[in-house]
Nanobody, 115 residues
Framework: QVQLVESGGGLVQPGGSLRLSCAAS????????MGWYRQVPGKERELVAV???????SYADSVKGRFTISRDNAKNTVYLEMNSLKPEDTAVYYC?????????WGQGTQVTVSS
């Protein structure tokens, strides 16, 4: 059974930084794409950033230049470095992993940007 465990969320002031981590464990192999979505109550889940097996990355326009996605294949872990955070970045952040047998999701971690 594959599990994704997220960490790193919390409360931060505008302009601050957070680093999210998402570690995949279990019988997972041949990981292709890893990424992050976020969701605000009452709105659809929004793609934030994605990184493929060749380390090519893609970002939502709203986070370009502020967020950086990276991965450690030896640890089956994906990271999201978030800088210059804004109140509109407040959301539950979900990681996902697309691997040989399907897609798995993390449980979500709350990020709140407020003074």
């Amino acid at each position: 059974q594959v599990q994704l465990v997220e960490s790193g969320g919390g409360l931060v002031q505008p302009g601050g930084s957070l680093r999210l981590s998402c570690a995949a464990s279990g019988s997972i192999f041949s990981i292709n794409t890893m990424g992050w979505y976020r969701q605000v109550p009452g709105k659809e889940r929004e793609l934030v950033a994605v990184i493929n097996s060749g380390d090519s990355t893609s970002y939502a326009d709203s986070v370009k230049g502020r967020f950086t996605i990276s991965r450690d294949n030896a640890k089956n872990t994906v990271y999201l470095e978030m800088n210059s955070l804004k109140p509109e970045d407040t959301a539950v952040y979900y990681c996902y992993v697309h691997w040989r047998l399907g897609v798995n999701w993390g449980q979500g971690t709350q990020v709140t940007v407020s003074s």
